[in-house]
């Protein structure tokens, strides 16, 4: 069985007074994040920023301390089955505007409860969800620091 490692990221930004998260819509016509196979020596990051750019345009992320996740699942290409292990971490941009690649069909920008409701695969709901409660809780965290909680 074939193996492959990718990374990817969870882009959001602030609109107004509310986060919102970019989906990008795949060929196939579901919905997910940014994500590419690692080329050989690449660390995360340097993955995310390349993918980012070529998927989308953005080269304005701020990656968030701290989160990392990771999600394995199967698939077949050609016949072939393949086990896929995503590398995820959290990163924030003020772009809005969106350069898609020809990877992809649509992308949007989206609330958390908008999100949840596109992303097809329960996998990536969960990534969100993590995302989105990390996001609360260092917002909490650092409200406590200034005194604002």
Known sequence: MKKEVSA???????DEDEIKYLLLQY???????????MEKGEVEQETIIRETKEETGIIDLEFVEGFKEKESYMYRWEGNL???????????TKTNDIKLSFEHKDYIWVTFDGAIKTLKFKNTKELLKKADGFLGENKINFQKKLGEY
Do not use: C
């Not at 990817?8 to 602030?14: A, L, N, P, Q, S």
């Not at 016509?29 to 590419?36: E, T």
């Open 27 to 37: 060929r196939l016509g579901h919905w997910g994040f940014v994500k590419g196979n």
């Open 8 to 14: 990817g990221v969870i882009i959001y930004r602030e």
């Open 82 to 92: 393949i086990s896929k292990g995503v590398i995820y971490l959290l990163a924030k």
